[in-house]
C-alpha cells in the first residue's frame, strides 16, 4: 500500500490533496497543530478513501523540532516511511516593510521554511518517491513581506534537496497564484490534481515546480 504524509493538513489545499491521493488507494498520514483540524479533515479524506486506505492524524506545531520529529515518527510508525511527503504549512498574513519585528519574522519564516527543512532532513534519507511543496508567490510584494520571502525560500529549498536526494526523490513546489477558495479558479481539488501528476510523473520528465493560475492574481 502506498501513503502519503500532509503536513500543514488546514480545509484547503492540504485536506484536498490528501482527498486525491486517498481515492488512488494512498493510505494517509495528516499532521496538523490543532486536533480539531485533524479531526475535521480526517473526517472529509475518510469519506473520500472508502475502505481503500488508512487514515491516521498527529498533531505538532512544526516550528517545534522535536515535537515534529515525533509525530512524524508515530506516523511511520502506523502507516512505514512515506512515498509522498507535502509540506503544506504557511503562515498566509497582509504585511509590510516594518510591520512586523524580528520575532515575527522570525516566527512566519520557521512555518514557511524551516519546518519544511526539518520534516524533509527526517525522512527524505530513508524516502524513494516525491516531496511536494506548497508554493505561491510568483512574484514578490511588499504588502505580503513575510510570505514573498517564505514563498522565495521554498523555491530555494526545493533546489536544495533537489540537489541532494535526486533521483530517489522527486523534489518539486506547486505555486498557487492566487487566493485559494472553493468554487473559483483557486479551487482546492483543482489545485490538488497538480501534486498528484507530479508525483507520477516518470523520472527523466520530472518537473520541479508546477504554477497554479495567473501571477497578476497573487496581487489581489
Known sequence: MSTV???GAGPGIGTAV????AREGFDVGLLARSPETLSRAASSVGSAAGSAGRVVTADADVTDEAALHAALERLVGELGVPDVLVYNAAIIQADGI??????GHRDAW???VVGAVSAASFLLPRMSGTFLLTGGMPEPL????SLSLGKAGVRALVSLLDRQFAPDVHVATVTVCGPVAPGTAYDPDDIAEHYW???TQPAGSWEHEVRHGDPADAAG
Open 5 to 7: 504524509f500532509v503536513l
Open 18 to 21: 490528501a482527498r486525491r491521493f
Open 98 to 103: 516594518g510591520d512586523l519585528d524580528a520575532a
Open 110 to 112: 520557521a512555518v514557511n
Open 142 to 145: 511588499p504588502q505580503l513581506t
Open 197 to 199: 501528476a507530479l508525483h
